[in-house]
């Protein structure tokens, strides 16, 4: 990586900074495609998406304006292993923890993501710019990154740990923002084809086909992926389809851009594993589901040895199956020299559900039932194999559009921006029959072939997000950037119930509440500068208030349309307010050509910050099981602040033009100020760590490369994590090593094959087995676990025409 001139750090504001995991020598190309005006994202060359071996593919942290923003290219990504989520990639950040039970990160019923102590509802998440919602589980206003786009058509992601963009396009990002961003066409035609084989049989085939540039500045691609995979502990199929399309016109007035994505995902889910205090040195470290073996799950259930297995018993399979279809139309103009406007326009719909074939007499099933088939044989009921099939069947339509105005005013350049959304969700809670002579699978929606017998409930909700934005980045000195700025943000939110739960029958609910909820805010302000102190130092500052406004589905656990009457809800409006943030940071970059014996440069930065989070939102579960099958209605209420302090320290240390090494340590303490009361127990929060985000962090990559071969071994230690909110149970810290060694066949010119490589993946080099994932809902005594995938080798095939 070039080392930038004082002038190219103020064009950036913010040039490249720390951490760079560099393969090769630098190559003349800059990361700037071209000016970046002061305040706004710098624009990065979209990479192919298979390097040649020896390509200079690089992880770098960025300063973006007065923000740390670290970033990672799709090229990267597809090192760590070829099809990874762009969350996933973000693993081998500082500050980062992302935890998941496949080696992809795409199954999205057991991710964990923690940045700085926020976790994955907390944070903010776009894709070019259109939101992708706060990606809760059972999701009613967006779609996860990896089934926004392929994975291999991503360009870069990046990571603002802190504090977002003002303009960023959400209503969660509390703690910071995650864009990824889809790469443009190619400039000359060509096809890519990568094929992917492994462990527990996986095969994943990617293909794309660019036209190159014709006409007056058009080009275009298609692309489509396709992926299937056992599950290394059960015998489930995960994978699906997905297709990217992607039209660009680019002249000297402006950028059409025009995207369209689809995405049919069927991922069997691992089912988590209930711990307790007593049972924390002898809980199963996995636990399968039976499918396909349905007699076997029959002579389970007639034993009665699943009563044995209590809280872990095994359900004979679960299932998350998504449809996405995404798309939108972008137009970035050059009104003049000085004044740019930008509009995106853009439209997202969404059939889901999520599927659970289980026993019906545990985990409070027959008390529910008995609202509905009062003195009746269950088994009976439903269809004579003694077991039900349990849904949450989602749908999501929203669309909305994004506006940005910039303007040149010499030493000032000024933003507005405005963001509008309608969203229109629906969720049912329904179960049906699952019969002894004609089970069903994982790979069926029930509603294609039965008739559900209990609607528990049927939720419409329609919300209107709006939100205005103003800032200035004023150069005060050819050396000294000041930004200034501030965000308002609106969100109109209605809910109405076709179908109520039976009172009773849904674990502390009456009835789910009707009606509406607005909350408003009009003043979220950012202050920042960047110094650069030296031709190799920078110096940046910032301050910024953010919010996270309230989630809006009757399926989600923090929504206030997911109280358990009328009542609680009309209170919830009136005492409860929604969760926000002071986040302060500051750092220094720093980056050196040296002539040390082997070593040739370093580059590297420091950041500390420190965060106020205030009216932190907490629901108490009303089922002692934090995943209770039987689900019901939590409390919300505001329980008091978070004190967060922390350190990032990352850099890369260059040994000629063959081999660099990375390493990032991260130390985060994030700890409750105040107790808080559940009924009439004061539970004992003050002081205590945020449970699921370890207090330490450390990551390396060492790269090599030599003539058509490149190689790289990545490390991940995460410390040790306190499971409840009174830090009474926690688990262990572990390490974990992945790695790839890769070669470009050589290849003569003039055949039609113009590029080839093949590579060599290894998750989890020494296999261990260790507490990924922690679902934590319990104040003490309890918690959920998912374990962590073992050693898995996956070898790919890059063909280029």
């Known amino acids: 990586m070039t080392m930038f001139s004082r002038t190219a750090a103020r064009l950036l504001c913010g040039a490249v900074g720390v951490a760079v995991l560099g393969v090769s020598p630098v190559s003349s190309q800059s990361l700037v495609a071209k000016d970046a005006e002061p305040g706004s994202p710098a624009p990065v060359a979209a990479p192919d998406p298979v390097p040649a071996a020896g390509q200079d593919d690089t992880i770098v942290v960025t300063g973006t304006a007065t923000r740390s923003v670290a970033q990672i290219s799709g090229v990267d990504m597809q090192k760590i292993l070829p099809g990874v989520s762009p969350l996933k990639a973000l693993q081998t950040l500082p500050g980062v923890t992302f935890l998941t039970a496949d ?138 389809y997905q297709a990217n399309a992607k039209f660009v016109h680019d002249d000297s007035t402006g950028k059409l851009t025009v995207y369209a994505a689809y995405s049919d995902k069927t991922e069997p889910n691992e089912d988590s594993t209930v711990i307790t205090t007593a049972t924390q040195a002898t809980a199963p470290y996995v636990r399968p589901f039976k499918f396909p073996d349905f007699q076997g799950m029959l002579n389970y259930l007639n034993s009665g040895a699943y009563k044995a297995d209590g809280s872990n018993y095994s359900n004979y399979y679960g299932v998350a199956a998504r ?114 002579n004609d089970p069903t699978t994982p790979y069926q929606r029930p509603r294609d072939s039965l008739t559900p017998l209990i609607t528990q409930y049927h939720s419409e909700v329609r919300v209107d997000e709006y939100q205005a934005h103003i800032q200035d980045s004023w150069k005060l000195l050819p050396t000294l950037t000041l930004q200034g700025g501030v965000k308002s943000t609106f969100q109109n939110a209605s809910q109405r119930v076709p179908t109520q739960p039976i009172p009773g029958s849904f674990t502390g609910s009456v009835a789910l509440p009707v009606g509406k909820i607005d909350t408003h805010k009009y003043f979220l302000p950012q202050l920042g500068a960047l110094w650069d102190a030296s031709d190799n130092e920078q110096v940046f500052v910032n301050v910024q208030k953010n919010i996270r406004q309230f989630q809006t589905s009757a399926a989600a656990g923090l929504s206030p349309f997911a109280l358990g009457s009328q009542a609680a809800f009309d209170l919830f409006k009136d005492n409860v307010e929604p969760e926000t943030s002071w986040t302060y940071e500051a750092g220094l970059r720093s980056h050196h050509a040296l002539n040390l014996g082997p070593i040739t440069g370093f580059e590297g930065q420091i950041s500390v910050y420190h965060v106020d989070f205030s009216n932190r939102l907490l629901g108490i579960s009303p089922t002692p099981v934090v995943t209770a099958v039987v689900s019901g209605a939590a409390i919300l209420q505001n329980v008091g602040a ?30 409750y100020e105040q107790d808080y009361v559940s009924g009439t127990t004061t539970v004992g929060t003050a002081g205590k760590k945020v449970p699921g985000s370890p207090d330490w962090l450390n990551k390396f990559t060492a790269s090599a490369n030599y003539d058509i071969f490149d190689a790289q071994l990545i490390g991940d230690y995460i410390g040790k994590r306190y499971a409840t909110y009174t830090n009474d149970l926690a688990v262990k810290s572990y390490f974990t090593l992945s790695g790839r060694i890769a070669a470009r066949v050589p290849l003569a010119e003039g055949q039609i094959v113009k590029t080839a490589t093949v590579s060599l993946n290894v998750t989890n080099i020494t296999n261990k087995r260790a507490a990924s994932t922690l679902s934590i809902g319990a104040a003490s005594g309890t918690f959920n676990q998912f374990p962590v995938a073992p050693r898995q080798v996956f070898g790919t095939i890059s063909v280029g025409f």
């Open 642 to 671: 978070v004190k967060t302090d922390g350190v990032d320290i990352a850099g890369t240390i260059r040994f000629g033009p063959h081999f660099s090494f990375y390493d990032a340590l991260s130390y985060n303490n994030s700890r």
């Open 323 to 436: 449809t996405d279809y995404l798309g939108y139309i972008k137009y970035d103009w050059n009104v003049s020299d000085r004044v740019t406007f930008s509009n995106q326009a853009y439209y997202h719909h969404n059939d889901g559900v999520g599927i659970i074939g289980g026993p019906i007499d545990v985990a409070g099933l027959p008390k529910l039932f008995s609202f509905y088939y009062p003195g009746q044989n269950l088994t009976t009921v439903f269809g004579g194999s003694g077991l039900a099939t349990r849904t949450t069947e989602y749908r999501i339509a929203r669309g909305g559009l994004v506006s940005t105005v910039g303007i040149d005013l010499g030493a000032h350049h000024i933003e507005f921006g405005a963001w509008y959304e309608h969203q229109s969700s629906s969720a049912y809670r329904r179960w049906y029959p699952f019969p002894v």
């Open 103 to 240: 080696p992809w990160g795409n199954n999205e019923q057991n991710i964990s993501l923690f940045v700085h102590g926020f976790n994955a509802q907390q944070l903010g998440y776009t894709l070019d710019g259109l939101p992708l919602g706060d990606q809760n589980y059972g999701n009613y206003n967006g779609l996860s990154p990896q089934r926004a786009i392929i994975s291999e058509n991503v360009s870069r992601v990046t990571l603002a740990s802190g504090a977002g963009d003002l303009g960023t396009a959400s209503t969660s990002n509390l703690g910071g923002t995650i864009d990824t961003f889809s790469s443009d066409p190619r400039k000359e035609m060509g096809v890519q084809i990568d094929q992917t084989l492994g462990s527990h049989s996986t095969s994943r085939l990617f293909a794309r086909i660019d036209s190159g540039t014709f006409g007056n500045g058009n080009s275009f691609y298609i692309s489509g992926s396709r992926q299937k995979a056992k599950a290394w502990d059960f015998n489930g199929i995960q994978g699906g």
